[in-house]
C-alpha cells in the first residue's frame, strides 16, 4: 500500500502568494541583498519616515506606561 501525505493550502494564500510574487518581478522592485536594512533601502523619506514611526512609538508606550502608573496610585483625599 502506499500513502501519500497531503499538505492543505487555502487557495487564497496560494492565489495571495502567486499575484504578489508576479507583482514584485514585473515591477522589479524585488529588493537586492546588498546589505543595508530594508527600511533604509528607499532613501531619505523612507529614513524620515522610519525614524517618526520610532519617536511616536517610543513616546506612546512611555504616555501609556505613566498613565498605568498613575492610575495605580491611591487618589489622595482632599
Known amino acids: ?13 496560494i492565489v495571495s502568494m502567486s499575484v504578489s510574487l508576479t507583482l514584485s518581478v514585473s515591477r522589479g522592485t524585488v529588493p ?3 546589505g ?3 527600511h533604509l533601502k ?3 523619506t523612507d529614513a524620515l519616515l522610519y525614524r ?7 513616546l506612546g508606550t512611555g504616555y501609556v506606561l505613566y ?3 498613575d492610575a495605580a496610585q491611591p487618589k489622595k483625599k482632599a
Open 32 to 34: 537586492e541583498d546588498n
Open 52 to 58: 517618526a514611526t520610532m519617536t511616536l512609538t517610543v
Open 1 to 13: 500500500m502506499n500513502q501519500e501525505t497531503q499538505i492543505q493550502i487555502p487557495l487564497t494564500t
Open 67 to 69: 498613565s498605568l502608573f
Open 36 to 38: 543595508m536594512p530594508v
Open 42 to 44: 528607499g532613501g531619505t
